[in-house]
């Protein structure tokens, strides 16, 4: 598939012939090079498969009445933009509509294009509407009832329709009920309307074709990505270090297997069980390991989820606190433990999978997990090309992506979708009844109102535009009406200070689940500290300033001007939160150059051999997500702490 970012579209290319998408320069079936269409950026389209086939022909059942022009042909879903599940349908070469997750209705639908219309308008029998006496451009116009002529329902207001009016045809969505056409001063809108497209028929086709079609190709994006392995193999790892696969159980990391496996032998593979792993997924991983003959080495999470949600309440998208403790906390365990030469892992990281990882390359290093090279050998492939890899290879894949997920994870993760957690109640009513359970306990504690939980706002700490907007036409109030476990009252915002430079006071209300002698601790992270257990009173010393903080969540910070007032108030908070809410993941730990730091009930440092670096801070999830924890309702915080 070609680029075309400024149109923000993609070109891709359909064989008529054989009735299935096109990756390579030419159909491997017939030689042909394909007819071009476009779908929509970033284009990381994917194979229509198992349960999502039948959703999708349900959707037009549901509108038109009949799936026929679509039954026993291959489709493509190409995943879009939207508040929430957004997928382009693509068959025939051509793009027949969304299907959409309305997050209101609670339920996937189907939204038309001119395509659609044109490829259904002869067989459908309900939800088609013929008017007459409009001229001129007619796209985005409204129809009055006075001008219906036909009306096949029955159908209700919102649904999509096909459009008639003499030899155009068109999409179309009802604004009112069908049997209240006649008499609606607005009927319909028109979406589009036009001559019928002379396209050819959509030949019968299926996943085979897909892999048959394009198996030239498939050999070719394969042939590169082995010889970057083995490239790096020879040239980069002397030393011998073993090779291992990050295997989730996803589609992803199935394809760096096959990679892996191809270019070196018998890799290793790790799995981290976070505690929240979908029961198909642990029992595929390990059914798969021992299938295979690989060794199998698996992180677990254990009860880490659970002890601390009730500490910094639902992950978020923009808040996943989870993945640390959950995830990058054992793994870290589980190579320094299990690899304590270190390990070069091959990983399934993909440019199309977010706007994170759009920029990686062959070769990438968490600076959290210092014994661990990762290469990346299917970055640049898109969805397509990973499954057909896989399909091409007979590789038995997670059975979850037969029951309408589109990316496999932790069964409650936020990241995940509303419809995908609609799809996790279905088939696991008990997991998905223990979470909404904790949601709504949650909700109910600040305040908050059962939209929170039943339109998916819990899934962002602070809310894009796209949910504010919902959230305002719906009209949910979504600030908290109790007080927050976590919060910031400002005393004295950063100003001159009577004795000469700044000041700053506050009092900080934080969970109290440690001795202060922890506080000491984390402040050891940041300079000099003197502390008197007694009183509870720790003082921190810098040379541009200096804090005290006391038991009671009180901190006063005196420097020569606001800059620095500002910037040793905040690490100084940060201490504190670090010190009572440390999940122990011990990720500093590790990452300690100095081996300064322990982990004994949380973060205990040795001042012989501490050097205030701050390394350690870069790695805490307490430290990264400080300003989603501190998002409560601060009085006049400064502005780099405010959190809307």
């Known amino acids: 598939m070609a680029r075309n970012i400024a149109h923000g579209k993609e070109d891709c290319r359909w064989c008529d012939g054989c009735g299935t998408l096109v990756l390579g320069d030419a159909c491997s079936m017939c030689g042909s090079e394909g007819r071009g269409f476009r779908i929509n950026s970033p284009g990381d389209i994917r194979p229509c498969m198992g349960d999502s086939v039948d959703m999708i022909l349900s959707l037009f059942r549901e509108a038109f009445g009949t799936d026929a022009p679509l039954r026993g042909r291959m489709m493509f879903l190409n995943k879009v933009p939207g508040e929430d599940r957004t997928d382009e349908i693509i068959a025939g070469g051509r793009v027949l509509g969304v299907a959409r997750f309305d997050m209101r209705l609670d339920r996937m639908v189907l939204e038309i294009r001119q395509p659609g219309a044109d490829l259904f308008a002869s067989s459908a029998v309900k939800n088609v509407v013929a008017f007459g006496g409009m001229s001129g451009h007619l796209k985005g116009k409204i129809v009055p009832g006075a001008n219906i002529t036909d009306v096949k329902g029955p159908f209700s207001k919102g649904d999509p329709l096909i459009l008639r009016k003499g030899q155009k045809v068109g999409p179309g969505v009802a604004l009112c009920d069908s049997q209240e056409m006649g008499g609606a001063e607005r009927a319909v809108k028109i979406r589009d309307l036009n001559a019928p497209a002379d396209l050819p028929p959509i030949v019968e086709s299926d996943l085979r074709t897909f892999t048959d079609a394009n198996r030239d190709h498939v050999r070719r994006i394969q042939r590169k990505a082995v010889r970057e392995i083995r490239a790096f193999m020879s040239e980069k790892n002397p030393g011998g270090l073993p090779v291992t696969v990050s295997f989730s159980g996803g589609k992803d990391s199935l394809a760096a297997y096959g990679l892996a496996t191809e270019a070196v032998g018998k890799p290793d593979l790790m799995y981290i069980d976070t505690g929240l792993e979908f029961p198909e997924t642990v029992r595929y991983v ?53 690899f304590p030469r270190g390990t070069i892992t091959v990983e399934g990281n993909r440019w199309l999978e977010s706007y ?18 990762n290469l990346n050998p299917i970055r640049s492939w898109s969805a397509a090309e990973v499954w057909l890899y896989i399909l091409s290879h007979d590789l038995e894949y997670n059975p979850l992506y037969d029951r309408d997920f589109e990316r496999i994870g932790c069964y409650l993760c936020p990241s995940c979708l509303s419809s995908e957690w609609r799809n996790t109640g279905r088939i ?16 109910e504690s600040r305040g908050l109102p059962e939209e929170y939980v039943d339109m998916g706002f819990w899934r962002w700490k602070v809310l894009p535009p796209k949910m504010v907007q919902i959230a305002e036409e719906e009209g949910v109030d979504l600030r908290p009406k109790a007080e927050p476990g976590l919060a910031i009252r400002m005393l004295k915002g950063a100003s001159p200070c009577a004795a000469g430079g700044y000041s700053m006071e506050a009092v900080v209300s934080v969970p109290r689940s440690r001795d202060f002698s922890y506080v000491e601790d984390a402040l050891r992270t940041v300079g000099d500290v003197k502390y008197s257990p007694e009183y509870e009173i720790a003082l921190l010393r810098l040379p541009v300033g200096r804090a005290r903080l006391f038991g009671g969540g009180q901190v006063s910070v005196n420097a020569p001007d606001e800059r620095n007032a500002r910037s040793i108030f905040e690490r100084s908070v940060k201490a504190l939160l670090r010190a009572q809410m440390c999940t122990q993941c011990g990720i500093c730990e590790k990452g300690c150059p100095r081996h300064a730091i322990t982990i004994a009930g949380g973060m205990r440092v040795d001042p012989g051999r501490c050097n205030s670096c701050g390394r350690c801070e870069r790695s805490c999830m307490v430290v990264h997500y400080y300003d989603k924890l501190m998002g409560g309702n601060p009085v006049d915080v400064p502005s780099k702490l405010k959190n809307p």
Request: with cysteine.
């Open 286 to 338: 390990k059914a798969f390991a021992l299938e295979h003959g690989n060794r199998l080495h698996i992180a677990r999470g254990g009860s880490g989820f659970k002890d601390n949600v009730d500490a910094f309440g639902p992950p978020a998208k923009d808040f996943r606190w989870c993945c640390k403790v959950c995830k990058l906390g054992p793994i870290t365990d589980l190579i320094d433990s299990e």
């Open 356 to 373: 994170a990882r759009s920029g990686i390359g062959f070769v990438t290093r968490n600076p959290f997990v210092p014994n661990q090279i």
């Open 428 to 443: 696991h009513p008990e997991l998905y009844s223990e979470w909404e359970g904790y949601l709504r306990r949650y909700a």
